[in-house]
C-alpha cells in the first residue's frame, strides 16, 4: 500500500556508458531512503542502462526514451499528470530549466526541487552556446523552484549573489558516499593494475570541462621523472578519438591505457598511487570523495566548484593552480615523492559526506 506515502518522481537524464554523477548520487540516494515513507519514482529522459542494477526493485522505473534531450517535455508532462507525485527531483540544468518551463502544464500543487550539479556561471561560459539566454534562465526560472539543492557553499553562494536566487530557495546538501559498499566491493576485488607503476587514474566524462587534455600534457614532464609511470583514464565520451589522437602526438601512448566505462571504479581508486582531477568546473567530484574514503591521495585543479571545501575538510588532497599542466605535473611529483599513505578507517572528514547523512537531509527536504 502506497497511500499514506508520499510519492517521489526522479528525474535524470539517462543511464548510458560513460554515464555522470548525477545519476550514481541518484541510486545511492534511492538504496538509502525510507521506502516505509516514500514511494519512489525514477524516470530516465533518455535510453540507457548503466547502473540500473543498482536501482532498488521497489522503485518504479519509467523510460521516456526521447531521441533528444529537447524532445523530452512532453514524456515529462504525460509521466508527471499521470503519476501526480507531491514532489519532483530534477538534476541537471537542461532537464531543470524544461521542467520549470513545463510547470504551467503540471498539476497544482507539485513542488519542483531541482539539484544543480555544477557551478553555474563555469558551465555557461565554457558548455553553452548562449551564455546570456542561459543566464536568464538561471535568474527567472530556477526562483519559480520550492528548493535548490547546491553541492557545495561555493555554488550557493554564486546562486544567491550572480543570479539573485532568493536565499529561502537554497540549500547545501553534499553528495553522498556509501562507505561500506565501496570498501567492500573495492577491497574484495583484485587489483588491476599487472605491473610496477607509479599508477595514476582519472575518471569522468570525456569532455573539456574534466580537462583530460590539461593531464595528458602534463604527462611527458611525469615520465621523464617516472619512467614507468602509468595512467589509467577511466570513461567514456565524446572527446574520447581527441584525446586519444593526443597521446599519440605527445609519445605518451604506451604510457596511458583509455578502459572506457568500469562499473564500479573503486578497485581502481583503491590500488592506484594517485587519483588526479585536472577538470575546468566541478560541482562535488563523486570520484575525489571515492578514491579519499579509500586512502588514496588525490592530485586535484582548484578549479569553480566544490574541491576546495573538500581539501579544507582535512583530507588528502593537493591543489594546484587550474588551466596550467605544469602545475598540475609539479602536483603529481610532489605527491608521488611523498608516497602513498593510507588514510585511516572511519576518518573524521567523512561523517559530512556519509550516505545515511546526506539521505536524511534529503528525506527532510522531501
Avoid at 138 to 166: G, Q, T, V, W
Avoid at 214 to 225: G, K, Q, S, V, Y
Avoid at 318 to 347: C, D, Y
Amino acid at each position: 500500500m502506497t497511500g499514506d506515502k508520499k510519492k517521489l518522481l526522479f528525474l535524470v537524464p539517462a543511464f548510458p556508458g560513460g554515464v555522470g554523477g548525477a545519476e550514481r548520487v541518484i541510486t545511492t540516494l534511492l538504496r538509502h531512503l525510507d521506502r516505509g515513507r516514500f514511494d519512489c519514482h525514477l524516470a530516465l529522459a533518455q535510453s540507457g542502462n548503466a547502473y540500473l542494477e543498482n536501482v532498488p526493485e521497489w522503485v518504479s522505473l519509467h523510460q521516456i526514451r526521447a531521441s533528444r534531450m529537447r524532445y523530452t517535455l512532453p514524456g515529462i508532462i504525460r509521466l508527471v499528470r499521470k503519476l501526480r507525485p507531491q514532489t519532483i527531483l530534477s538534476t541537471v540544468g537542461y532537464l531543470n530549466v524544461m521542467l520549470i518551463a513545463a510547470k504551467p502544464f503540471l498539476p497544482r500543487g507539485v513542488r519542483i526541487i531541482l539539484r544543480e550539479a555544477t557551478t553555474p556561471s563555469a558551465f555557461i561560459a565554457k558548455e553553452t552556446a548562449h551564455p546570456r539566454q542561459w543566464t536568464w534562465f538561471y535568474r527567472h526560472f530556477y526562483p519559480r523552484a520550492h528548493k535548490i539543492i547546491c553541492l557545495s557553499d561555493s555554488i550557493m553562494e554564486e546562486m544567491a549573489i550572480r543570479f539573485a536566487i532568493p536565499r529561502q530557495k537554497l540549500i547545501r546538501i553534499y553528495n553522498p558516499v556509501d562507505i561500506t559498499i565501496l570498501r567492500l566491493r573495492a577491497d574484495t576485488q583484485a587489483n588491476p593494475y599487472k605491473e610496477s607503476g607509479p599508477h595514476l587514474v582519472a575518471a569522468g566524462r570525456l569532455r573539456s570541462e574534466k580537462g583530460f587534455d590539461l593531464l595528458l600534457e602534463a604527462m611527458p614532464t611525469i615520465i621523464r621523472r617516472h619512467p614507468v609511470v602509468k595512467l589509467a583514464v577511466l570513461g567514456e565520451g565524446p572527446d574520447e578519438a581527441d584525446l586519444r589522437e593526443q597521446a599519440v602526438r605527445l609519445g605518451i601512448r604506451e604510457h596511458v591505457d583509455f578502459l572506457g566505462f568500469k562499473d564500479p571504479p573503486w578497485p581502481y581508486f583503491r590500488h592506484a598511487d594517485l587519483l588526479v582531477m585536472p577538470s575546468r568546473h566541478e560541482g562535488m567530484p563523486n570520484a575525489v570523495l571515492e578514491a579519499l574514503a579509500l586512502g588514496t591521495r588525490v592530485v586535484a585543479t582548484d578549479c569553480p566548484g566544490g574541491i576546495r571545501e573538500i581539501a579544507q575538510t582535512g583530507a588528502q588532497i593537493m591543489l594546484v593552480a587550474p588551466e596550467s599542466p605544469e602545475a598540475l605535473a609539479e602536483g603529481i611529483l610532489a605527491a608521488l615523492q611523498r608516497g602513498k599513505e593510507q588514510a585511516p578507517v572511519g576518518m573524521a572528514w567523512l561523517k559530512e559526506f556519509e550516505v545515511e547523512h546526506i539521505a536524511a537531509e534529503y528525506s527532510r527536504l522531501f
